[in-house]
């Protein structure tokens, strides 16, 4: 924010450095600005991205800290309470009072499993996301002991529940215990049943193995009490003369049941094992896959400007013909992905249904945006190849036919100009179809030039430096020579093709060659229309006309003959006379001027006499406006 009066400064300055710069500054100015004015929108840019990322991560944090915070609080007073409520009573019904109690504060602990899952699942997501040393330690340790936390509490759970089941055996409540003990298999079992999915993505097995743990120390601090309670039924059973099957029955259902569930929890953990490799699998693929396909589409999006060389873009295109390859073998990759995604899907927890589609949409659109981007590529390449041949093709068909231009100019200009006006008129005709046909072939030499053209050191003004031809005559002026054109001959396009430079070269040289043509057939046809003008000269009326458009500027004779002569001497030359005339704008020739001027010097020493030792000539005033002769 402090920078940003120093932008609309730079911003104001350099819009009035444009109002009065030269033209090539005032686009090297406007480059200026708009790269800084690019460059401070990316830096604003990124400084929005980063606030969004950093405003995420807070929340993110603070989410994560405040539920670990709560849960680590609720934890504590469990522990706490646990640990105040050791005494058991000696009263059956008051040992019931208390495994009811219990168990309601085993219904709460469920109830905060999903709470602890989550907070686990969201401390190792910023876990895996952090970049400094000292987070990722921190976040370990706070997961290391919310996990100490939680497994103590459970721990602590497990065994109150087998004191106080133990102490109903004790207190002879021995059909209590049983029953207790029998519901809670019956309970645990179709947990552990083998058609619950246990399959999905590593965070959900990584849990539930966690919980498996749980459940497994909870189950082997049971042993003891199935053991007391079948020590305690063995003893019932010798020790009574009353009818003891049912006890039997009791205790054969017991062992069926305490049996099944040791199976089936070892069972469970043989395929909780089994759905951790094949996760770790999957992630690995997965995530191997994501990290080539991020690269390759930075390649692709960032690979810089095609070089104009056939060479080295068949080099670039066979270059991308092994990258399809490598995409194409990448596919087996996606395909084996995706294959091992759909097939946790069909054995999948419910909790992880989303996370494993999530994935298996990632990848596939990822990899679909990747192929697009080198198809793209692909088409680019191919484009360019398909352009630079085709503009090669154009410059060597160009340069064929300025050959064929140079030669025919060169053999016409030395063929003799004829001398009738008819004939040059056809010639100028002929000539000008040509300079059309050229004029028409001018935008495919702006076009093969300028794919080559390389940035000049020095900016210029942005047009084309090929000279272009102007259609017919420049009225009947005479046409310039060529010397009047150096800085079009001069104005070479540097590029590192030099076929390209031998094109602009020949092209300039014809152009030339094309104007001398014009210029010389404009100048015989000039001539020979004053020479037909000419041989019905009549000096009468030239005088006539002069004098009319001498009274028209209202200018006087003698004062035209006094700015011709500089030094003031009384005479003017024959050739002063006559460009003086010419240069007045006076509807002349130059050879109708030359017979004025052979009049007025009739004594051939190429002065006019038209002042005499402060008295007028009368014999140049006399031919001038009576036509008499001179004598």
């Known amino acids: 924010n402090s920078h940003r009066d120093q932008i609309i400064e730079l911003d104001k300055t350099g819009t ?15 480059n200026l600005l708009i790269s800084v004015q690019s460059r401070w929108e990316k830096v604003v840019q990124r400084l929005v991205e980063r606030g969004r ?39 059956p019904d008051k040992i019931k009072m208390q ?19 989550t907070t686990n699942r969201t401390g190792r997501s910023l876990k895996e996301k952090t970049t400094l040393a000292d987070d990722n330690l921190k976040l370990d340790d706070m997961l290391s002991e919310l996990r100490d936390k939680w497994d103590t509490i459970c721990g602590k759970s497990v065994e109150r529940q087998n004191k106080l089941e133990e102490a109903l055996l004790f207190s002879g409540q021995f059909t209590d215990a049983l029953q207790a003990l029998i519901d809670w298999l019956y309970k645990i079992e179709p947990q552990l049943a083998e058609d619950q999915p246990v399959h999905g993505d590593i965070d959900l097995v990584m849990n539930l193995i966690d919980n498996h743990k749980v459940f497994q120390k909870e189950l082997g601090k049971r042993t003891s009490s199935v053991q007391a309670l079948k020590r305690s039924a063995r003893e019932l059973i010798e020790g009574s003369r009353d009818d003891t099957s049912w006890v039997k029955v009791q205790l054969q259902e017991l062992s069926n049941r305490w049996e099944t569930v040791c199976a089936l929890s070892v069972s469970k953990q043989t395929r909780l094992e089994q759905a951790l490799r094949q996760a770790e699998e999957f992630h690995s693929v997965v995530h191997v896959l994501l990290e080539w396909l991020a690269e390759a589409e930075q390649a692709l999006r960032f690979h810089g400007v095609l070089p104009d060389d056939e060479e080295a873009l068949r080099t670039l295109i066979d270059q991308h013909r092994e990258f399809m390859k490598k995409l194409e073998e990448k596919k087996a990759e996606l395909n084996k992905a995706t294959g091992m995604g759909e097939a946790i899907l069909a054995i999948c927890h419910p909790d992880s249904i989303t996370t494993i589609k999530h994935w298996i949409t990632i990848i596939r659109a990822r990899f679909e945006e990747v192929l697009a981007w080198a198809k793209q590529h692909q088409q680019r390449l191919a484009g360019a190849l398909a352009g630079l041949i085709a503009n090669q093709e154009l410059l060597e068909a160009l340069l064929s036919w300025l050959q064929w231009a140079e030669t025919t100019l060169t053999e016409k200009d030395k063929e003799v100009i004829p001398q009738e006006i008819e004939e040059v008129k056809a010639l100028i005709a002929e000539h000008q179809t040509f300079m059309e046909e050229m004029t028409r072939k001018q935008p495919d030499v702006d076009k093969v030039t300028k794919t080559y053209k390389r940035k000049a ?5 942005v047009q084309s430096h090929i000279p272009v031809l102007d259609k017919g005559r420049a009225g009947r002026k005479r046409s310039p020579t060529p010397g009047l054109y150096p800085s079009a001959a001069q104005a070479q396009i540097e590029t590192k093709n030099p076929r390209v430079n031998l094109l602009v070269s020949k092209w300039q040289q014809v152009w030339l060659l094309a104007l001398e043509r014009r210029r010389k057939l404009n100048d015989a046809l000039d001539r020979l229309e004053e020479l037909r003008e000419f041989a019905n000269f ?28 500089k030094d003031q001497d009384g005479k003017i030359t024959r050739q002063e006379f006559i460009d003086g005339i010419l240069s007045s704008k006076f509807p ?4 109708e001027m030359s017979a004025v001027a052979d009049i007025f010097d009739r004594d051939g020493d190429g002065y006019i006499d038209y002042y005499d030792h402060g008295l007028l000539n009368f014999s140049f005033r006399i031919a001038l406006f009576y036509h008499l002769p001179v004598l």
């Open 99 to 117: 495994l009811a109690q219990h168990k309601e504060f085993q219904k709460s602990l469920g109830a905060k499993h999903s709470v602890y899952d």
């Open 16 to 30: 009035h450095l444009k109002y009065f710069s030269q033209k090539q500054d005032v686009v090297l100015i406007k």
């Open 53 to 91: 990322a950093l405003d995420d991560a807070r929340k993110r944090a603070k989410q994560f800290h405040e539920a670990w915070h709560k849960l680590m609080e609720w934890l504590e007073e469990s522990e706490k309470s646990l640990d105040s409520d050791l005494e058991i009573a000696n009263d």
């Open 588 to 591: 002349t020739s130059r050879l």
């Open 457 to 461: 050191l020095e900016p210029t003004p």
């Open 538 to 565: 009549d000096f009468d009326i030239w005088r006539k006309k002069y004098m009319r458009w001498m009274n028209h500027k209202k200018s006087r004779v003698m004062d035209f003959f006094r700015r011709i002569d």
